[in-house]
């Protein structure tokens, strides 16, 4: 398995995040930010449309736009239509939708199937289609073997599975505010797992997700 993704070589890429639900904007920015991305977001179309005609947008024209589709008011297929006749956008437009069945859906704004993405979003298809829309030289971090078991994690209180599976699902999707927020919950919850909750929180806000899956897998196994 190749190591994870730590940012990439070159001029900083600006991309714009287009979605009227705030935890999906905040999803794709904890995502793309930590590695050196430069990010603004719409939460309608209008917003977006309105942010690309303004002065400022000119000089930060946008790389990349990712945008939703289901939006009140104008939806994701008319933005981008009208994207498209203005010409104030670029042509790297990726569709998120929660709605795998838009994918096979044919459209008259030139998004092809590549160019979906399907929600919950996983961070390898997403900076897979960055990588080969943008021709991004990706830099890799470091892999450090995985022990088998830390000497400390054997003295910690371990939290429920069902807190363990929920957790694994964050890893999997690199949403790191969600599981920050899960790591408070189960905080709240589980007193006695302070410990095991300290040592994932500081592997989250170092955006270590290989070594926290680690650790999650290896908590699973003794459970």
Do not use: C
Not at 89 to 108: K, M, T
Not at 136 to 149: F, G, K, L, S
């Amino acid at each position: 398995q190749a190591a994870p993704r730590s940012g990439y070589a070159g001029a900083r890429r600006r991309l714009l995040v287009v979605d009227n639900e705030e935890a999906d904007r905040e999803l794709l920015a904890s995502l793309l930010a930590p590695l050196g991305f430069e990010l603004r977001t719409a939460a309608s179309g209008e917003e977006a449309l309105a942010l690309l005609r303004s002065r400022p947008s000119q000089e930060w024209p946008p790389d990349a736009i990712f945008m939703d589709l289901a939006m009140p008011g104008i939806d994701g297929w008319e933005t981008i239509r009208r994207i498209r006749h203005e010409a104030i956008g670029p042509a790297a437009i990726a569709v998120v939708s929660a709605n795998a069945f838009d994918q096979g859906l044919d459209n008259d704004v030139g998004i092809a199937p590549a160019d979906f993405i399907t929600k919950p979003v996983r961070v390898a298809e997403l900076l897979d289609w960055l990588g080969r829309t943008l021709a991004i030289e990706w830099v890799h971090a470091q892999r450090a073997e995985t022990p088998a078991m830390d000497v400390s994690e054997a003295t910690f209180a371990i939290p429920a599975e069902p807190h363990l599976r929920a957790l694994q699902e964050l890893v999997g999707i690199g949403y790191v505010r969600g599981i920050v927020r899960r790591l408070d919950q189960i905080e709240r919850e589980a007193p006695e797992s302070a410990a095991f909750v300290e040592r994932l929180r500081t592997l989250a806000r170092g955006f270590r997700l290989d070594e926290m899956n680690g650790v999650l897998q290896r908590a699973l196994q003794g459970s």
